[in-house]
């Protein structure tokens, strides 16, 4: 390890039952716990044998050639100090084995597996790599870093995208690098731009897109979230 971090908080009053019990209620952690390149699938379960009814983020530092990886050990409903917690072994190896994909910033497995590229272009080399690994499970690739993302694209699980709506998400990004917010589903395309010219450049790239499914739409917002709305539906003008 090379750093462990905290945050520990209490029940708040809406959750107590009384503020007497508030006095007393037990303090809880999240913990973000930075490793090295090489940290071994026992050692992740070491971490996790420790938390009790905490949380954590195992995060391993980029080098050796291998890009950063998270993997979220969050603690199973209803389980106590002493029950067993382990660690998945598919889902390490998935994190571990697609943050050496080249350009990954980050992967985690949680409920949804994310795989973090630095650039539009990466995004279909990582969504075809998802589908071949993730099996029935949600996952996605967003464009940005750990901490901050651009796009996102969902292609497997609930509510997938096609590779031909995969490859108009990663036109759109990389055409409008001033594109604030863009999120890709089965279901609904939304983003936010800078103007009313890009809202429509937009809106037009996935009406001449096959649609996902019965429905799907495309909404923009311009100049912010907020703003004023420009939509369409997938696959309308093919």
């Given at each position: 390890m090379t750093k462990v971090t905290a945050s520990y908080w209490q029940p708040d009053d809406s959750h107590c039952v009384s503020r007497e019990y508030l006095k007393t209620a037990a303090w809880s952690a999240d913990f973000t716990v930075h490793v090295r390149a090489g940290f071994t699938l026992e050692?992740?379960?070491?971490?996790?044998?420790?938390?009790?009814?905490?949380?954590?983020?195992?995060t391993a530092a980029a080098g050796d050639g291998v890009a950063a990886w998270e993997l979220t050990l969050a603690n199973p409903s209803g389980a106590t100090q002493t029950a067993p917690l382990l660690v998945d072994e598919r889902g390490y190896q998935l994190v571990t084995a697609a943050a050496a994909l080249p350009n990954v910033t980050v992967t985690q497995q949680?409920?949804?597996t994310t795989i973090r590229v630095r650039t539009p272009e990466s995004v279909p080399a990582a969504a075809a790599w998802l589908?071949?690994?993730v099996d029935g499970d949600d996952s996605s690739v967003y464009v940005g870093t750990a901490k901050t993302w651009t796009t996102s694209v969902s292609v497997t699980g609930l509510s997938p995208v096609s590779e031909e709506t995969v490859e108009t998400a990663a036109q759109v990004a990389a055409a409008h690098p001033d594109l604030r917010r863009m999120s890709v589903s089965g279901s609904l395309v939304t983003?936010?731009?800078?103007?009313?010219?890009?809202?429509k450049a937009v809106v037009a790239a996935f009406e001449g897109t096959p649609a996902d499914s019965d429905g799907q739409r495309v909404s923009v917002w311009w100049p912010d979230g907020n703003g004023h709305e420009v939509s369409g539906r997938v696959g309308s003008a093919r």
């Open positions: 050692q992740v379960r070491a971490v996790r044998s420790t938390l009790g009814s905490s949380t954590a983020t195992v949680d409920n949804l589908r071949a690994h983003a936010v731009v800078p103007t009313e010219g890009q809202a």
